[in-house]
């Protein structure tokens, strides 16, 4: 990545208009992200506010032009339908500008639901605004995918050689998740899964025909920004698609339950840590009922099929690379032991077959 100050001279260049402050404002598995303001009115992109901080979002790893573009799509279609989202102001699929796919986007409101600079902070944040966390998903699956504005969301799963579906011919979402973990399994290799897989498998026409919803995948308190009680939007749109609810539900609680970190120590695998997440996911499920009330058998095998679907990605990224699963390399410092340890118990109590992931990559196995 270029440096910060290249990046606001090229930026400056971009919008034709200069940039009086640019600073990382976060990094995750595939984005970086930057805090920027304008001094005056850009010539080239007039609705950028002025003297307002505003998101640019760096797209990388193997992934970064299809994520990119999909996730813009994505916020124009929801917030063209008024759900909570940033504003987006431009998309850049060209490299050769500030040397990734770019986007430029609203800086929204407060912070992360779950932000972790200090225990009380953390709690007091998260306590507060949980309850407008759970109604947010609740609300986003209760939008109607086929309405106008809404039509034209890309979908993000299918296995390599699978097209994407079109709204007009649909592949359903857990047989496209499926074909995925199944594709991870045997080039990974990830034998440790096989078993559980094959059992989730066999169950899936039980569970194929559902009503389909709009779907983040990836829907946590870390990409869901709040205010005091209020959510002031919803972020990280490169994993949407249309689907089952339930496997969307269940993905959050799976994440609720088992995403140790190493940083803090508090939310490591360890008494404190897995006392808070376990929580977390038994203030989610009740909270989500009420809301949105769910069939808990397909809940329980959608259970299974995240939690598989997410630890044959850490399996993939220990095995053959970050970048193998369209994340950047930085990301394999996220594959902790704790993390696998976590989501390999998770598994084995929902699916009933015990599920082991062989870590022999270096850089997690020292972790």
């Known amino acids: 990545m270029l440096e910060t100050s290249e990046i606001a ?3 400056s260049s971009y919008l034709c208009a200069p940039v009086a402050r640019l600073s990382v404002l976060a990094s995750g598995w595939e984005t970086t992200v930057f805090e920027f303001t304008l001094e005056a009115r850009s010539n080239s992109l007039a609705n950028i506010p002025v003297g307002e ?15 990119g573009a999909r996730e813009h799509t994505t916020i124009e279609c929801l917030a063209q339908a008024g759900y909570a989202v940033p504003t987006p102001y431009a998309f850049e699929p060209d490299r050769r500008i500030l040397g990734a796919p770019f986007m430029i986007m609203q800086r929204l409101a407060g912070g992360p639901l779950f932000a972790i600079k200090s225990f009380p902070q953390a709690f007091k944040t ?4 949980f309850f407008s966390f759970v109604r947010a998903q609740a609300r986003l699956h209760k939008l109607d995918p086929s309405g106008v504005g809404l039509r034209d969301i890309p ?15 649909e592949v359903p979402l857990i047989d496209r998740v499926l074909a995925i973990i199944t594709e991870r399994v045997e080039h990974g290799p990830l034998p440790g899964l096989r078993d559980a897989l094959q059992t989730v498998s066999e169950r899936a026409s039980v ?36 689907g089952d609810r339930h496997l969307d539900a269940a993905t959050t ?3 609720l339950l088992t995403s140790a970190m190493e940083h803090p120590r508090w939310m490591r695998d360890n008494i404190v840590g897995n006392s808070l997440r376990a929580n ?4 989610y499920l009740p909270l989500y009922h009420a809301m949105a009330p769910l069939e808990f058998k397909r809940f329980r095998y959608c259970q299974q099929v995240a939690a598989l679907l997410r630890l044959s990605m850490l399996g993939m990224m220990a095995t053959r690379g970050p970048e193998s699963v369209g994340f950047r390399p930085e990301a394999i410092r996220e594959v902790t032991p704790g993390v696998v340890r976590l989501l390999s118990r998770y598994a084995s109590r929902k699916s009933g077959v015990e599920v082991r992931l ?6 997690v196995t020292r972790s």
């Open 53 to 67: 901080p505003v998101v640019l979002r760096f797209y990388q790893g193997s992934a970064a032009d299809a994520k």
């Open 358 to 363: 062989e870590l022999t990559n270096p850089q």
């Open 155 to 169: 979908h993000a799963f299918a296995a390599n050689g699978m097209e994407a579906p079109s709204p007009v011919q």
């Open 207 to 242: 569970f194929r025909a559902s009503k389909p919803t709009l779907v983040h995948m990836d829907y946590h308190p870390q990409n869901v920004m709040v205010k005091n009680t209020r959510v002031t939007g919803v972020i990280d749109w490169v994993n949407t698609d249309v």
């Open 9 to 11: 001279a090229r930026l």
């Open 253 to 255: 609680a799976v994440i």
């Open 126 to 129: 998260f306590s507060l605004g």
């Open 280 to 283: 977390f996911a038994a203030m």
